[in-house]
């Protein structure tokens, strides 16, 4: 059976990857599209936390992502780029990985939250952070890494 355990932030999650996903959602809507650095704070320290909780997490997309947004809200540009790099390079083995899959609804449910629109809305709303507060070396690399998801096939 599943355990069950409670946030202090949202409530009630299954695993700790529910939980790290609801607060990454949470810091990254402040963050990014609200401007809002202080509301993000502890959804960003909480993500902190659980990411030290779960096993293999830069093998994660959502890792990859959840370490990008960290870095972003500590202006670490840098690392943010790199992390945002690592995360593209992911979402990509996963399109490789499902481009021979013929059931489309086992398809869909590994695409959850990572179809390319998705992703590189993301990446869009993290670039403008980059441009507002990053050098021009981060905004580099992170277009780089959007590029490389743009010219990408999602499996179909």
């Not at 939980?19 to 401007?35: F, K, N, R, V, W």
């Not at 959840?66 to 972003?72: D, G, K, P, S, T």
């Not at 449910?109 to 998705?118: E, I, M, N």
Request: net charge positive.
């Amino acid at each position: 059976m599943t355990q069950v355990y409670s946030s202090k932030n949202k409530g009630t999650f299954r695993h700790k990857w529910d939980e790290i996903s609801s607060c990454y959602d949470e810091a990254a809507e402040q963050l990014h599209s609200q401007g809002n650095p202080e509301r993000a704070r502890p959804h960003v320290e909480r993500l902190r936390a659980l990411l030290g909780l779960v096993p293999d997490v830069d093998q994660a997309i959502l890792g990859q992502s959840a370490r990008a947004l960290i870095a972003e809200f500590e202006a670490n540009w840098k690392t943010a780029a790199r992390h945002r790099k690592q995360e593209v390079q992911l979402v990509l083995r996963l399109y490789k990985s499902l481009a021979s899959v013929r059931d489309p609804e086992v398809r869909e449910f590994a695409l959850r939250g990572r179809h390319k629109p998705q992703v590189l809305s993301q990446l869009a709303a993290a670039r403008r952070s980059y441009e507002t507060h990053g050098g021009q070396d981060s905004v580099h690399a992170l277009q780089k890494a959007i590029d490389l998801l743009s010219d990408a096939s999602e499996p179909v």
